[in-house]
């Protein structure tokens, strides 16, 4: 099989190096007027969650949000090596 042609042609259309705006890693992007500001999708979709999150906080509706979501993230943290390992045991069948 022979290799592809294309990288030993020039490009006509230059790469723009962008960082990504989440993280800082760096894009490679065609388009030089609109490049992609982000490196993955996931990356995408937290940033609009974040940028979400602060015009509500602004507001300050973002109360009952925090009361589910974030207290339960807390609990996660809180919670310790050994309870988890008991609740995987328990959930074992026996």
């Known amino acids: 099989m022979s290799k592809q042609k294309t990288a030993k042609r020039e490009r006509k259309t230059p790469l723009w190096e962008v960082s990504c705006q989440f993280c800082g890693r760096r894009v490679i992007s065609i388009a030089k007027k609109h490049p992609r500001k982000y490196c993955c999708h996931k990356h995408y979709r937290a940033a609009n969650m974040m940028r979400q999150l602060e015009k509500r906080l602004a507001k300050g509706i973002a109360a009952e949000w925090e009361s589910g979501f974030y207290q ?21 069948p026996k």
């Open 72 to 92: 339960r993230l807390k609990k996660m943290q809180e919670r310790t090596r050994e309870e988890v390992m008991k609740e995987t045991l328990n959930r074992i």
